[in-house]
């Protein structure tokens, strides 16, 4: 089992940076793959980015690409979203993931997780 506790989402204006954190605790490895993903109200659960254990391979959602980064701290157990130049369609509920990895590409889709957060909110104001 591992547990996932998400932090930093707030209140923001278009334009800021906004991190968030997540920390895990229980059965991570080296073969643990950490994720983001968000979800607006109505809509799909979305990838947002994903980065293996030793932070060398990281996929991004299309809409993200060039704003957001991932990063992880495996000293800490903790995976950073850090999202420069916010929109207001970036406004959602942001979860972290995790999964265990086998090789291969890196997951993108939120049936391939196990592990989930509570969410926090990012909201984007105009």
């Known amino acids: 089992q591992v547990q996932l506790v998400e932090s930093g989402g707030g209140l923001v204006q278009a334009g800021d940076s906004l991190r968030l954190s997540c920390a895990a605790s229980?059965?991570?490895?080296?073969?643990?793959?950490m994720a983001w993903f968000r979800q607006a109200p109505g809509k799909e659960r979305d990838f947002v980015a994903t980065?293996?254990?030793?932070?060398?391979?990281?996929y991004y959602g299309d809409s993200v690409k060039g704003r957001f980064t991932i990063s992880r701290d495996n000293a800490k157990n903790t995976v950073y979203l850090q999202m420069n130049s916010l929109k207001p369609e970036d406004t959602a509920v942001y979860y972290c993931?995790?999964?265990?990895?086998?090789?291969?590409?890196?997951?993108?889709?939120?049936?391939?997780?196990?592990?989930w957060g509570q969410g926090t909110q990012v909201t984007v104001s105009s």
């Open positions: 980065i293996n254990w030793s932070g060398g391979v990281t």
């Open positions: 229980g059965r991570t490895s080296s073969s643990t793959v």
């Open positions: 993931a995790a999964d265990s990895w086998t090789g291969g590409r890196l997951p993108i889709e939120a049936r391939q997780y196990d592990y």
